[in-house]
């Protein structure tokens, strides 16, 4: 592992030697303060080679939701390399706006995978201020689609990505609600949460019910499952004319 100006807990040390021992790629960590969508800390970039984790120095965070995030991104590499998960391919002329819808559209089924395996592994499925932040999402989805609109534009200036966040947001929260098991006052703000969104967000819930559909239809927790689901929800939002799979080095168009 390559990490320059970190210290980790013997835990996570132990985790990421496992990542690299069962994937035979070694972990960089890089820093960067653009990952694409504001207010992200620590994210995953792919590579053929290694597994590339990429963290944003001016975003501070305790230890304990630092070593999660950097678990959290490691396991995006394991599911790769190591599980064989689809990843999406892009063809020269394709503009970095739609690059980053279809990596965004992984990422969200991705998470619920990868969230499940930190947590068998002895990490929390979500930081400490997930639970804060939902408790403000459901007080601007009581205002309306509008009000929605604006604090998810906050996170991205373009309106189909925002879309897009929307959306995750209501698949990450189901997510939580359908493959973990919490105490009963966190399991009731992410059901609020769902409620919210449903009742309040009429252009975007639709479209996240169909997401919820299609997981449902696939297995996710296995690579052929989520390959399938991704070309479905790839083809929702239109975007399969500039998009090809590749799985374990084969590619497919």
Same mark, same amino acid.
């Given at each position: ?6 210290? #980790? ?10 990542? $690299?021992?069962?994937?035979?790629? %070694?972990?960089?960590?890089? *820093? ?12 995953? &970039?792919? @590579? ?18 630092? *070593?999660?995030?950097?678990?959290? *991104? ?19 002329? %394709?503009?970095?706006?739609? =690059? ?6 992984? !990422?969200?089924? *991705? ?13 929390? +499925? ?5 639970? +804060?932040?939902? @408790? &403000? ?13 604006? #604090? ?6 373009? +309106? =189909? ?21 919490? /105490? ?6 992410? =059901? ?11 252009? @975007? ?16 927790? !296995?690579?052929?499952?989520?390959? =399938?689901?991704? /070309? $479905?929800?790839? $083809? ?18």
């Amino acid at each position: 592992m390559e990490a320059k100006n970190y210290q #980790f807990s013997n835990r996570l040390i132990t985790y990421l030697q496992k990542v $690299e021992d069962e994937t035979r790629r %070694t972990i960089k960590i890089l *820093e960067s303060q653009n990952l694409g969508v504001r207010g992200i800390s620590v994210g995953f &970039r792919y @590579h053929p080679q290694y597994i590339i984790i990429i963290v944003n120095p001016s975003l501070k965070r305790s230890i304990t939701d630092f *070593e999660r995030s950097i678990a959290h *991104e490691a396991t995006h590499g394991y599911i790769l390399h190591r599980l064989g998960y689809c990843r999406p391919l892009f063809r020269p002329e %394709t503009p970095d706006k739609i =690059q980053q819808m279809v990596h965004l559209l992984f !990422t969200m089924v *991705e998470d619920l995978v990868v969230n499940r395996i930190i947590q068998d592994n002895g990490f929390q +499925p979500f930081g400490s201020e997930y639970i +804060p932040m939902l @408790h &403000r999402e459901v007080e601007v989805a009581e205002k309306g689609e509008q009000s929605g609109e604006t #604090f998810y534009h906050l996170f991205s200036p373009d +309106p =189909q990505t925002e879309d897009i966040l929307m959306i995750s947001r209501y698949i990450i929260a189901w997510g939580f609600l359908n493959y973990h098991s919490f /105490k009963k006052d966190v399991q009731d703000r992410i =059901q609020e949460f769902l409620l919210k969104f449903q009742q309040n967000y009429s252009h @975007h819930y639709p479209r996240a019910a169909i997401v919820r559909e299609i997981i449902q239809k696939h297995n996710v927790f !296995t690579a052929e499952g989520q390959c =399938q689901a991704m /070309k $479905e929800i790839i $083809e929702l939002w239109g975007l399969e004319v500039h998009v090809m799979f590749e799985r374990n080095s084969e590619k497919k168009l």
